[in-house]
């Protein structure tokens, strides 16, 4: 069983970040996590204080616990959209989503 980080990077529609925060919370995130091999879900909104400039609001970081991340794209893909897992209007396009692998164990402060 391999680990990954699913990072997705979004914005709501300028006047709909209560409808957009609302789906995601409720309704996103549930329908997701309901996938083999998606284990944990957390949002984050942009914090005022930035080192850089970024054009996203908001991140989600999903944990993946899988044999096979090809098959586990493959069914995110085939099922976004779908009554299994719907989008909403309020989400602004141009959504930036990557996978991403570990290079090294996880560090804790000593």
Same mark, same amino acid.
């Given at each position: 069983?391999? &680990? @990954?980080?699913?990072?997705? /990077?979004?914005? #709501?529609?300028?006047?709909?970040?209560?409808? %957009?925060?609302?789906?995601?919370?409720? &309704? @996103?995130?549930?329908?997701? /996590?309901?996938? #083999?091999?998606l284990v944990s879900a957390q949002r %984050?909104?942009?914090?005022?204080?930035?080192?850089?400039?970024?054009?996203?609001?908001?991140?989600?970081?999903?944990?993946?616990?899988?044999?096979?991340?090809?098959?586990?794209?493959?069914?995110l893909k085939a099922k976004d959209g779908t009554d299994e897992?719907?989008?909403?209007?309020?989400?602004?396009?141009?959504?930036?989503?990557?996978?991403?692998?570990?290079?090294?164990?996880?560090?804790?402060?000593?």
């Open positions: 069983m391999s &680990r @990954h980080i699913f990072a997705v /990077l979004t914005n #709501p529609v300028e006047g709909r970040e209560a409808e %957009f925060n609302a789906w995601y919370s409720d &309704r @996103h995130l549930h329908d997701i /996590l309901k996938l #083999p091999g %984050f909104r942009l914090s005022p204080e930035q080192i850089a400039a970024t054009p996203y609001r908001y991140l989600v970081i999903y944990e993946i616990e899988t044999k096979d991340l090809a098959e586990t794209i493959r069914e897992i719907p989008t909403t209007t309020a989400l602004a396009s141009g959504v930036l989503a990557s996978f991403f692998e570990p290079i090294g164990p996880l560090e804790t402060r000593r």
